[in-house]
């Protein structure tokens, strides 16, 4: 292994942020509540979750915003709770992209170095690289009012870039950009950091967008980290029935549990009488009551799959055609509402409102949590 790789791997390893029994309140009221985090060095780290979450708040507390209530934070060991904002070499990309607007592009990006006091010389190769990093070579004499909104926030993030901090967080960066520039600034963003290996701790409440970029995501739900886990296990091992819920689609129902297997999974009849087997690996022994979780595209719908050991019956109440995918809503384990996505394939089958119809889902694509 070569010493390079060494390298990579001990700084993968080491905390560049460290968030350390941090708490936030405004008097009664406890935004965050005893967060412990470590934001690791060259990782994409996303803060996720609704409105009044606490994720804003966390990202403001590191970027010297905000007070913290009790706690320490530490920047690459060393302790920062007392650091004022511009002292702690943090960049910083907003929603509104917070550009001079009586500046061209150039001063734009320039400012930061000019209040380091770095020298002219390298301001003027510094700014035409980060031009050319977020490709918009030859837009330095332009103002903000004369750019496109994902040019202004490219601009945003290479003002973010050019003074090397060691870490960047960003606040929502393309909620106000529409769906398409959105996307693309998604792949933008992360390819820039895939080059650089900057420090990125992102904050967004949009949770495709989060699996799209992040190496990690933290979801917070009432000040708190419900999970911190890569997009994958987020999406596939769900902790909660939060996360399960906030992080993509889900039918949810109860049911009482029957039995429990060695295996992590267990038995769970549903009210309408059907009984499914279910991971429940996060379910204490001793609960009865539980909420089972199966996400629409993991269903098959007809004739029952072999591997398929899960069925219920349903009724179909109506179908929604989607290009790629076709949404059934079906009236089944006594919800008018379960939804299933059935990719658009050419077919002599078609899904009727009003027929009946057997719903079938592997053990391993129903997961249970206490209710």
Request: charged fraction near 20%.
């Given at each position: 292994?070569?010493?390079?790789?060494l390298?990579?791997?001990?700084?993968?390893?080491?905390?560049?942020?460290?968030?350390?029994?941090?708490q936030?309140?405004?008097?009664?009221?406890?935004?965050?509540?005893?967060?412990?985090?470590?934001?690791?060095?060259?990782?994409f780290l996303?803060?996720?979750?609704p409105?009044?979450?606490?994720?804003?708040?966390?990202?403001?507390?590191l970027?010297?915003?905000?007070?913290?209530?009790?706690?320490?934070?530490?920047?690459?060991?060393?302790?920062i709770t007392?650091?004022?904002?511009?002292?702690?070499?943090?960049?910083?990309?907003?929603?509104?992209?917070?550009?001079?607007?009586?500046?061209?592009?150039?001063?734009?990006?320039?400012?930061?170095?000019?209040?380091?006091?770095?020298?002219?010389?390298?301001?003027?190769?510094?700014?035409?690289?980060?031009?050319?990093?977020?490709?918009?070579?030859?837009?330095?004499?332009?103002?903000?009012?004369?750019?496109?909104g994902?040019?202004?926030?490219?601009?945003?993030?290479?003002?973010?870039?050019?003074?090397?901090?060691?870490?960047?967080?960003?606040?929502?960066?393309?909620?106000?950009?529409?769906?398409?520039?959105?996307?693309q600034?998604?792949?933008?963003?992360k390819?820039l950091?895939?080059?650089?290996?900057?420090?990125?701790?992102?904050?967004?409440?949009?949770?495709?967008?989060?699996?799209?970029?992040?190496?990690?995501?933290?979801?917070?739900?009432?000040?708190?980290?419900?999970?911190?886990?890569?997009?994958?296990?987020?999406?596939?091992?769900?902790?909660?029935?939060?996360?399960?819920?906030?992080?993509?689609?889900?039918?949810?129902?109860?049911?009482?549990?029957?039995?429990?297997?060695?295996?992590?999974?267990?038995?769970?009849?549903?009210?309408?009488?059907?009984v499914?087997?279910?991971?429940?690996?996060?379910v204490?022994?001793?609960?009865?009551?539980?909420?089972?979780?199966?996400?629409?595209?993991?269903?098959?719908?007809?004739?029952?799959?072999?591997?398929?050991?899960?069925?219920?019956?349903?009724?179909?109440?109506?179908?929604?055609?989607?290009?790629?995918?076709?949404?059934?809503?079906?009236?089944?384990?006594?919800?008018?509402?379960?939804?299933?996505?059935?990719?658009?394939q050419?077919?002599?089958?078609?899904?009727?409102?009003g027929?009946?119809?057997?719903?079938?889902?592997?053990?391993?694509?129903?997961?249970?949590?206490?209710?």
């Open positions: 292994m070569s010493p390079a790789t390298s990579k791997q001990s700084d993968a390893a080491t905390p560049l942020v460290r968030f350390i029994g941090v936030k309140s405004y008097g009664a009221i406890n935004v965050v509540r005893d967060l412990n985090l470590d934001v690791f060095k060259g990782e996303t803060l996720l979750g409105s009044g979450s606490g994720k804003t708040t966390t990202l403001m507390m970027a010297g915003f905000q007070d913290i209530s009790a706690g320490e934070i530490l920047l690459d060991g060393q302790p007392q650091v004022p904002a511009h002292d702690r070499g943090i960049g910083m990309v907003f929603q509104s992209y917070a550009l001079f607007p009586h500046m061209t592009v150039a001063q734009n990006l320039a400012f930061p170095l000019e209040v380091r006091n770095v020298g002219k010389s390298a301001i003027s190769t510094r700014v035409k690289a980060a031009l050319d990093l977020v490709e918009l070579s030859g837009f330095g004499e332009r103002r903000p009012a004369q750019l496109s994902g040019q202004q926030q490219r601009v945003a993030l290479a003002r973010a870039l050019i003074f090397e901090p060691q870490v960047v967080l960003m606040d929502e960066p393309l909620g106000a950009l529409d769906k398409h520039l959105r996307e600034m998604q792949y933008e963003i390819a950091h895939d080059r650089l290996g900057t420090t990125v701790v992102y904050v967004t409440h949009d949770q495709s967008e989060a699996l799209t970029m992040s190496d990690r995501i933290a979801v917070f739900n009432g000040g708190v980290i419900q999970q911190l886990a890569t997009p994958k296990e987020l999406y596939e091992r769900p902790a909660t029935a939060f996360v399960a819920q906030f992080i993509g689609e889900n039918n949810v129902f109860t049911g009482e549990v029957v039995e429990t297997g060695k295996d992590g999974t267990c038995s769970v009849r549903l009210g309408s009488g059907e499914l087997r279910a991971i429940c690996d996060t204490p022994a001793q609960a009865k009551k539980v909420a089972l979780s199966v996400r629409p595209e993991r269903i098959s719908l007809g004739q029952c799959s072999s591997t398929k050991a899960n069925r219920i019956a349903g009724k179909v109440v109506d179908t929604i055609y989607h290009g790629d995918h076709i949404r059934v809503k079906i009236d089944a384990a006594g919800s008018d509402n379960f939804i299933a996505k059935i990719v658009n050419r077919s002599e089958v078609t899904i009727e409102p027929s009946n119809i057997d719903i079938f889902c592997d053990p391993e694509d129903c997961r249970a949590f206490p209710a």
